[in-house]
T-cell receptor
Framework: AQSVTQLGSHVSVSEGALVLLRCNYSSSVPPYLFWYVQYPNQGLQLLLKYTSAATLVKGINGFEAEFKKSETSFHLTKPSAHMSDAAEYFCAVTTSGGSYIPTFGRGTSLIVHP | DVKVTQSSRYLVKRTGEKVFLECVQDMDHENMFWYRQDPGLGLRLIYFSYDVKMKEKGDIPEGYSVSREKKERFSLILESASTNQTSMYLC??????????????FGEGSRLTVL
């Protein structure tokens, strides 16, 4: 079985500050990991994914995430927040050779203050 | 560009009505999914389908049914809508399991209000 925990249902940052959204997973086999972003009243779109290549993954809009097997984490970061980054962010996990159905975290709402 | 299209962005229905939510994808994906999204609960899987005429229950199938008569189309049906089915409904698709990392492609969502 696989699971995802996103710490903090809401994260608030000032414009220009570091963004850090936390994701921890559990999986008995090597995982595939994803971050999706959802802007208000829209569907989810892929931000970035880890599929067992480089552990530091770069995505769209300046976001990146690092896969740390020892910590079972896949935290999302961005050096400098922009107002347009305000959205809901979801972490998800699937497993290679296993179920192709992702397990999602409950989401973290990123609030950016001017 | 890849596309998952949900037929209605906003719907208002009355209790007891039959509701159809339609989803079409143009990526030739085998797998299609219906989720509902509620504040604080994240995404919950209602049904999924890995082939035409095939369907599998997700985590919360009660009160819903689905239909997949063609590969590109996956419909969610609420036989008798109730107020607790007021929610955002998201359709998604992905490649067949053998070539699949589990990456999902989502539609824009259908916000259903049941009065």
């Amino acid at each position: 079985a696989q699971s995802v925990t996103q710490l903090g249902s809401h994260v608030s940052v000032s414009e220009g500050a570091l963004v850090l959204l936390r994701c921890n997973y559990s999986s008995s086999v090597p995982p595939y990991l994803f971050w999706y972003v959802q802007y208000p009243n829209q569907g989810l779109q892929l931000l970035l994914k880890y599929t067992s290549a480089a552990t530091l993954v770069k995505g769209i809009n300046g976001f990146e995430a690092e896969f740390k097997k020892s910590e079972t984490s896949f935290h999302l970061t961005k050096p400098s927040a922009h107002m347009s980054d305000a959205a809901e962010y979801f972490c998800a996990v699937t497993t290679s050779g296993g179920s192709y159905i992702p397990t999602f975290g409950r989401g973290t709402s990123l609030i950016v203050h001017p | 560009d890849v596309k998952v299209t949900q037929s209605s962005r906003y719907l208002v229905k009355r209790t007891g009505e039959k509701v159809f939510l339609e989803c079409v994808q143009d990526m030739d994906h085998e797998n299609m999914f219906w989720y509902r999204q509620d504040p604080g609960l994240g995404l919950r899987l209602i049904y999924f389908s890995y082939d035409v005429k095939m369907k599998e229950k997700g985590d919360i199938p009660e009160g819903y049914s689905v239909s997949r008569e063609k590969k590109e189309r996956f419909s969610l049906i609420l036989e008798s809508a109730s107020t607790n089915q007021t929610s955002m409904y998201l359709c998604a698709s992905s490649l067949f399991r053998g070539r699949n990392t589990g990456e999902l492609f989502f539609g824009e969502g259908s916000r259903l209000t049941v009065l």
